[in-house]
């Protein structure tokens, strides 16, 4: 079975002689795993992203898909259905007298 890689951050030195990598709290640790992993491991990969880890998902060394920690959107515009909008909009029995005068105003 194939070991996940971890990637390294921008701050990350590559150096032989580093033996740590140091990343800012700001940064988001990024770890790469494959598709077989991530079916065994699901619940742990969740908890980590949960966490703030952002966790790629692999196949055939290629990423794929990415778990990132859920952030409900606040203070957005609250979901209108097509009902109430089309509730709004003045319904009349026959629109041919509405379009005519829009084509005559020049709309």
Known sequence: MKKSKRVLGPRASRRSGA???????????????SVREAKDQLSALL?????????????????????????PVVGGKPWQSLAA?????????????LIRKMRDGGY
């Open 85 to 97: 909008f089309r509730a709004t909009m003045p319904m009349t029995p026959n629109s041919t007298p």
């Open 19 to 33: 033996s740590r990598v140091e990343e800012p709290s700001t940064l988001r640790r990024r770890v790469e795993v």
């Open 47 to 71: 908890q980590r992203a949960t966490a703030g880890e952002e966790i790629v998902i692999t196949s055939d060394g290629e990423p794929k898909a990415m778990l990132v920690r859920f952030r």
